[in-house]
């Protein structure tokens, strides 16, 4: 778990930097930190989606995805808990939702997530999740800085998802698979580079709809 605790306060930290920088800083500035981050992002999304050699298992868990997501509502559920936090707090952050949201789905869509809390629940080897720590860190100031404080409470969805990740992860170790990682990462490339297109507010991608693809992508690499 140490290493999904040092991811926790890394965001913590890089989200009190960009709230607090973000004060003294002029418009500009934080419209073209957004979109360096939203144009870093969809490099790491291009990188991770070109990295995989089963094109049709990525688009079709792809299709598959967003088909059950959008059934289940998964955005929605993850807006409606980002406004009863908002409330509970009684923030009058016009963009709390959106820092919320948009930062969980950053920080947990992708292979590091699922690679990092194997390593470290099954080999108690949390090298993986520092380097995510590390670059969590880096975005949650510029996120933070913009959005403001719902990027913050984002380090709920990473000490949660990545904590029961990790406690789970003695049991999910067929996850290590070459083939596994393979779809994961390719699949989760694209749900990433989604990410960035949103933060440069070239079109709202409901990235959160999505994440169903993941689970696609794993089964259809483990069945084929």
């Given amino acids: 778990m140490i290493g999904t605790v040092v991811n926790t306060a890394t965001v913590l930290c890089g989200s009190f930097i960009g709230l607090t920088a ?3 800083l002029p418009e500009r500035i934080k419209d073209i930190m957004m979109q360096a981050l939203g144009l870093s992002v ?23 995805g967003g088909i059950t997501g959008e059934i289940l509502g998964i955005e929605k559920s993850l807006e409606h808990l980002a406004n009863r936090l908002k409330k509970l ?3 009058d952050s016009s963009t709390f939702v959106d820092g919320f949201v948009s930062a969980s789905l ?13 390593q470290d629940g099954t080999a108690h080897d949390p090298g993986t999740l520092y380097v ?15 959005l403001g404080v719902g990027v913050a409470f984002s380090a709920i969805s990473v000490l949660v998802v990545q904590g029961a990740l990790t406690l789970a992860a003695a049991r999910l170790s067929f996850l290590q698979g070459p083939e596994v990682l393979n779809a994961v990462t390719s699949t989760g490339g694209l749900l990433i580079l989604g990410i960035g297109i949103t933060l440069l507010q070239i079109k709202k991608i409901r990235t959160g709809n999505l994440l169903p693809a993941l689970v696609y992508a794993i089964a259809g690499a483990l069945l084929l």
Avoid at 42 to 64: C, D, E, P, W
Wanted: aromatic share 2%.
């Fill in 42 to 64: 969809i490099l790491i999304g291009l990188q991770m989606a070109l990295s995989g050699n089963r094109v049709l298992l990525t688009i079709g868990s792809l299709l598959l």
């Fill in 22 to 24: 973000g004060k003294h």
């Fill in 132 to 146: 995510k720590s590390l670059l969590d860190g880096v975005a949650s100031i510029a996120l933070a800085s913009s």
């Fill in 89 to 91: 707090l009684r923030s």
């Fill in 106 to 118: 950053l920080y947990l869509v992708g292979a590091m997530t699922i690679v990092g809390t194997i």
